[in-house]
């Protein structure tokens, strides 16, 4: 049930705009930008005016002389050009509300077009320590797959690990010159293969013939030798235990752990296809695909290098191919940042080339760097990369920093403190990543991004649990929650930014942009803030009106634990706070 205070006047609209025989495509209200005067408004006379050359101020007044019959207006006026704005009555908006509060969904409906959608987030690397960069798509990926599946589609998350390219020949290759073969492998820690990893970058920068025999051995693993797979799958499944360890903290979570490396034979079956279809060609021994020179020259995909290895642009396209074959896709979507445009352009061109996926719609979407104060990438204060588990730990610090020690509350040891630290330190990192616009790059507030006031995560984690507190007490004082009255203009103000909740949900899902709801939670929080202080809920005047506050305050922390929860964010029973703060 999509409970929209809209729908109601949206269908009267309809009817009055058919009863003047207007056409009906203009019937309908947005939220007024004008709060002081209206509830809703209405363009549709001005867009009419100009089809039909006729005076908007008089297809306004027309339509608002009808609309005045209705029993759910408390004022209709024709405003300006010909706005018309509509304030509604408390009643009406009152009983949406208890409906809202009544309804398991909270008032929001679900997509008229349930699909299945693929998402592609993450994207971490074997032997490489997971950047800002990694997390931006992990976060933004989790909240994505959370909408979606509210909204009722059928979503299957992968994380697309990084594990055939180049840089596992490169590994293989530095073992064995610091080792002289590969035995000690399977001994070898997560530390100490990231470190393998490092100084062969070092060392394929420098030296041709490194860079040489690490594609030659990327070709023999990807070839089927034995000797490197079994050293490769140790490589492997030590970094996914890291890596699942890293997004275990952040409750970034996948359905699938496929691989490159799981395209492989689809591979072979894409460079097939390519060469029956003519659309491939050998150039300098590697077998290459062009794309069209319209109006951006791209240059073209290798799909099989010189020596026989399949690279990343084959592995993506070939993915494709198992997704639409074996998943039963509808939809694919990614999460990288912006460097990786050119190359998602390139393999949507070739899948379209190939008509491997033709009923599949394939989108990258693509997000802007994390930057630090001075505008350049977000690096440790000395200067390092930034990866997660630093960044978990710095958030973590600045949050203990407004909790209490261990056990200088009652029932809350080490274990508890521990808890709550985590839970609002991941908070604080997610939201202060999900409050910008996807596209946007930002800058990583140091100072403030853990804070429990301003536009935080905490601070909508503090907003939930002061509800709960009172709800709390309410409870055990007797009162329950009952029907809601609408008097002061502060309960008026709360009820009508509840009634948004479906369409902030339904934008979010349709733009896949978790900032909508970021915004919404946060609005909220403040609008809850302005009634919690003007209108007393426990010595309310009368208990009927107790009762009625107490119903909005349940749905509104109802709706801000849901909102938290579709970005990926957990919501803790209790909020603790340091003396001094
Ligand atoms: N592993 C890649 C990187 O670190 C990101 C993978 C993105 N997903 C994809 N299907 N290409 O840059």
Do not use: F, N, R, W
């Given at each position: 049930m999509n409970l929209l205070l809209e729908n109601k006047i949206n269908s009267e609209l309809c009817n009055i705009f058919q009863k003047l025989e207007l056409d009906d495509k203009f019937a309908f209200v947005k939220v007024s930008d004008r709060a002081d005067l209206s509830d809703f408004q209405c363009n549709g006379a001005l867009a009419l005016a100009k089809i039909m050359h006729k005076n908007p101020r008089e297809i306004g007044t027309a339509i608002a002389a009808e609309l005045e019959k209705c029993d759910f207006c408390e004022s209709i006026s024709v405003d300006g050009p010909g706005f018309i704005n509509i304030k509604l009555k408390n009643d009406f908006i009152a009983q949406n509300t208890d409906a809202m509060a009544d309804d398991a969904r909270l008032g929001c409906g679900i997509t008229e077009n349930p699909h299945k959608v693929i998402l592609d987030y993450g994207g971490p690397n074997v032997a490489k320590t997971m950047h800002v960069g990694h997390l931006r798509s992990g976060v933004i990926g989790e909240s994505v797959s959370r909408i979606e599946r509210f909204v009722g589609n059928d979503v299957t998350c992968d994380v697309h690990l990084g594990d055939w390219g180049t840089p596992m020949g490169m590994i293989l290759s530095e073992i064995i010159l610091q080792d002289g073969n590969l035995d000690k492998v399977s001994s070898y820690d997560i530390a100490q293969i990231t470190e393998f990893y490092k100084q062969a970058n070092i060392r394929c920068k420098e030296d041709d013939n490194a860079r040489e025999n690490a594609r030659r051995i990327t070709a023999k693993l990807q070839g089927g030798d034995e000797q490197y797979r079994r050293a490769w799958e140790h490589l492997r499944n030590e970094s996914i235990k890291a890596i699942k360890a890293n997004y275990e903290q952040l409750d970034v979570n996948f359905d699938l752990w496929w691989g490159?490396?799981?395209a492989h034979e689809a591979c072979g079956e894409i460079v097939k296809i390519a060469q029956a279809k003519g659309i491939s060609e050998v150039d300098a021994g590697a077998q290459i695909i062009r794309l069209a020179e319209s109006n951006k020259p791209k240059p073209p995909v290798i799909?099989?290098?010189?020596?026989?290895a399949f690279g990343y642009q084959l592995t993506d396209i070939a993915t494709i191919k198992l997704r639409a074959d074996?998943?039963?896709?509808d939809e694919i979507v990614y999460f990288t940042d912006n460097r990786q445009s050119l190359h998602f352009e390139q393999i949507f061109e070739v899948v379209q080339k190939l008509g491997i996926a033709p009923d599949v719609k394939l989108q990258h979407i693509m997000f802007g760097t994390v930057n630090g104060a001075d505008g350049k990438p977000f690096k440790t204060r000395d200067g390092g990369v930034m990866d997660l588990e630093t960044l978990i730990e710095m958030s973590k610090d600045k949050v203990r920093q407004s909790l209490p020690k261990p056990?200088?509350?009652?029932?809350?040891?080490a274990d508890e403190i521990n808890k709550l630290t985590q839970q609002i330190a991941v908070a604080a990192i997610k939201f202060q990543d999900l409050k910008n616009t996807i596209a946007s790059g930002y800058v990583f507030e140091l100072d403030d991004f853990a804070k429990f006031e301003g536009k935080t995560g905490p601070y909508i984690q503090y907003a939930v649990a002061r509800i709960n507190s009172v709800l709390r007490k309410a409870d055990a004082n007797g009162l329950q929650t009952g029907k809601i009255i609408l008097e002061a203009p502060e309960e008026r103000a709360l009820a009508l930014k509840l009634a948004q909740v479906h369409n902030v949900v339904m934008r979010a899902h349709t733009d896949k942009e978790p900032s909508i709801i970021a915004e919404y939670t946060h609005s909220l929080a403040q609008v809850f803030s302005t009634f919690y202080n003007a209108c007393p809920m426990?010595?309310?005047?009368?208990p009927e009106l107790a009762f009625s506050r107490l119903k909005l305050a349940k749905l509104t922390r109802d709706i801000l634990k849901l909102m938290l929860y579709l970005l990926g964010i957990e919501a803790p029973e209790i909020m603790l706070k340091a003396e001094n703060k």
């Open positions: 490159e490396s799981d799909i099989v290098k010189s020596d026989g074996d998943l039963h896709a056990d200088e509350v009652e029932g809350y040891g426990m010595s309310a005047a009368t």
